[in-house]
């Protein structure tokens, strides 16, 4: 198995790329390449709620409001979850989780205590969740997505942050049977989010905020990394008829 993109292996960057026929997933006639292309990251919020068994009734937390949070809110309201909160640090990112169905959005403030931040949360969902998903990494992050799922509840680590050990709050967690489970991207989950796009369930587009041509790929590059433009998703072309 090998993944594109991985070191040592490269991307696919390039107008034509030979893959595995058993590996591909035909695309309705009225779901476009554009969305098709947010089925990599889609899949990841998908497995992230198979792992938590979000379901309907579900009350979600989700840490982190970037292109992984944001999709896995789409797949936590699209399992019937009734009530999501999402955190960032960005008010721009907030506003789009809203749109894209958030119940409550809770802009994170630098130096706020654990404590507080719980309070928050659990004062907006009226209680603490039945899930949690922490999709940033951050350590203190992953510390309260685990704080704030409620006894026997599921706090899933959807981000790799870039350190390898964590402190975690272990004693209170085990006490409460708060199982805590990771994720790895996904595990035959590419049909499902297709399905939620081609049933509708899912609306992916608002998510792709930028567009460029295969020329004009080290621009892509530059607007994902900086997030110029409040940008989300950031797409390459490789048709050279493509036009913006």
Known sequence: MVFCATPPVDGNLARYYVHDADFLFKLPSH???EEGAILEPLSVGVHACKRGGVQFGSTVFISGAGPIGLVSLLAAKAFGATKVAITDLVESRLEVAKKLGADYTILLKRGESE???????????GDLATVS?????VEQSVR??????RSGGTAVLVGLGGK?????????????????R???????DYQTSL???ATGKINVKPLITHNYTMEDTVKAFETSKTGAGNAIKVLIHANPDWKP
Not at 115 to 125: D, F, K, V
């Open 31 to 33: 779901v476009s390449l």
């Open 115 to 125: 404590e507080s931040l719980l309070n928050r949360i659990r004062e907006a969902l």
């Open 133 to 137: 998903l922490d999709c940033s990494g």
């Open 144 to 149: 309260i997505a685990i704080q704030a799922t």
């Open 164 to 180: 390898e050990n964590l402190s975690l709050p272990l004693s209170g967690t085990l006490v409460r049977e708060v199982d805590i």
């Open 182 to 188: 990771g994720v790895f991207r996904y595990v035959n």
């Open 195 to 197: 399905d939620l796009i």
